[in-house]
T-cell receptor, first 116, second 111 residues
Framework: ETGVTQTPRHLVMGMTNKKSLKCEQH?????MYWYKQSAKKPLELMFV???????ENNSVPSRFSPECPNSSHLFLHLHTLQPEDSALYLC???????????????FGEGSWLTVV | QKEVEQNSGPLSVPEGAIASLNCTYS??????FFWYRQYSGKSPELIMF????GDKEDGRFTAQLNKASQYVSLLIRDSQPSDSATYLC???????????FGKGTKLSVKP
């Protein structure tokens, strides 16, 4: 059990579907992240929210849309995905960069996404 | 482009041996370094972090950092089969940069 919880843990969706991934952190952090993990690739940073503002968007296609309503919750809205988007999507949280020397990132359990 | 390089393995060691995992990074502005362990089908979990040159020990784990050589390593003493996992090296450039991850090294500890 971690301080970062993600739902659903597994999701199968068609290319025309719209779905959302949800993340909640209970660690009192004020930065949240979405990462994508595909086979044989490094973890790819998708989005960063710091103090509820999006501070980074690493050239992610617009079919992925993040939402951060407050410092404890983060969503990833998915629409018209492609089969190559199938991957493990990891949410993470930390103190905002620059606020402490650690800024250690803690991951949730991940959401396994399969696009058919 | 900032890069973090790891040998993908698999690295196979016998139970009780020392496992040595290595990582190099390209950006000399990197200030903090992290090791994560990821079991198959699970998310990464933090093992330890290191900021200063030298060694940092935590139980059976020792992180070693050499900024001049842009090299960070993780030693696991008395390796156990339960240590079998993929170990991810991550580097933060500056105090406000995001973590950049390597591809990970798969470790297999044979009983």
């Amino acid at each position: 059990e971690t301080g970062v919880t993600q739902t659903p843990r597994h999701l199968v969706m068609g290319m025309t579907n719209k779905k959302s991934l949800k993340c909640e952190q209970h660690l009192g952090h004020n930065a949240m992240y979405w990462y994508k993990q595909s086979a044989k690739k490094p973890l790819e940073l998708m989005f960063v929210y710091s103090l509820e503002e999006r501070v980074e968007n690493n050239s992610v296609p617009s079919r992925f849309s993040p939402e951060c309503p407050n410092s404890s919750h983060l969503f990833l809205h998915l629409h018209t995905l492609q089969p190559e988007d199938s991957a493990l999507y990891l949410c993470a949280s930390s103190q905002a960069p620059g606020q402490s020397s650690g800024n250690t990132i803690y991951f949730g359990e991940g959401s396994w996404l399969t696009v058919v | 482009q900032k890069e973090v390089e790891q040998n993908s393995g698999p690295l196979s060691v016998p139970e009780g041996a020392i496992a040595s995992l290595n990582c190099t990074y390209s950006d000399r502005g990197s200030q903090s370094f992290f090791w994560y362990r990821q079991y198959s089908g699970k998310s990464p979990e933090l093992i330890m972090f290191i900021y200063s040159n030298g060694d940092k020990e935590d139980g059976r784990f020792t992180a070693q950092l050499n900024k001049a050589s842009q090299y960070v390593s993780l030693l696991i003493r008395d390796s156990q089969p339960s240590d079998s996992a993929t170990y991810l090296c991550a580097v933060r450039v500056g105090s406000q940069g995001n973590l950049i991850f390597g591809k990970g090294t798969k470790l297999s500890v044979k009983p």
